[in-house]
């Protein structure tokens, strides 16, 4: 499924989502295939990354993004970007699984909540991107595996410049009975 395909429902990016970055676990929070002078965690802290901050990928083109929040949480939507002129570096093909406890690479062949398909405008641009939002709705750990980029084999590496997350907290809901029924 294309991103501009699912960027067509109004439910994308509703105006009381908020940005989930704050609701990270930075203790669990890693990458792995990350390049060591560009880790994930340079772009994905509470606040805004540095302007030469980027995550790019070492051996090859594959990430294997895992991010672990402090609650549960409600994914509506993410936000891939890379800038120009890097565009041929960005994610192009991108696996979601959720909480999962551990994920690697052995493990990213099936099961996935949703499969995207990135285009050279949607990653320059920084669109947000809807999930499917009944399979995203209480997430406590998000895994991102970045299968390929957009220079469809010639590019090495994959570079990504800015990545969130965007949805609500999941309200603690009390299940014990009302008190008035044990009078």
Do not use: W
Request: proline share 4%; charged share 25%.
């Amino acid at each position: 499924m294309s991103a501009s395909t699912i960027m067509s429902s109004n439910d994308a990016h509703k105006a009381s989502d908020i940005s989930l970055r704050n609701h990270l676990d930075p203790s669990q929070v890693n990458c792995l295939n990350e390049a060591a002078e560009h880790p994930l965690k340079s772009i994905l802290s509470k606040d805004e990354p540095a302007a030469d901050a980027y995550l790019e990928s070492d051996a090859d083109a594959q990430l294997l993004i895992n991010v672990y929040f402090n609650q549960t949480t409600r994914v509506r939507s993410m936000v891939i970007h890379t800038k120009e002129p890097n565009l041929s570096h960005a994610p192009k093909s991108i696996k979601l699984f959720i909480n999962k406890h551990a994920i690697g690479f052995e493990d990213v062949e099936a099961g996935e909540e949703q499969t995207l398909e990135l285009s050279e405008d949607d990653v320059s641009q920084g669109k947000p991107i809807a999930l499917h939002f009944v399979k995203f709705k209480s997430v406590n750990s998000l895994h991102l595996f970045v299968e390929s980029n957009q220079g469809e084999g010639e590019e090495e590496a994959t570079r990504i410049d800015r990545i969130d997350f965007f949805g609500g907290l999941n309200e603690c809901v009390s299940i014990s009975p009302p008190h008035s029924l044990f009078l």
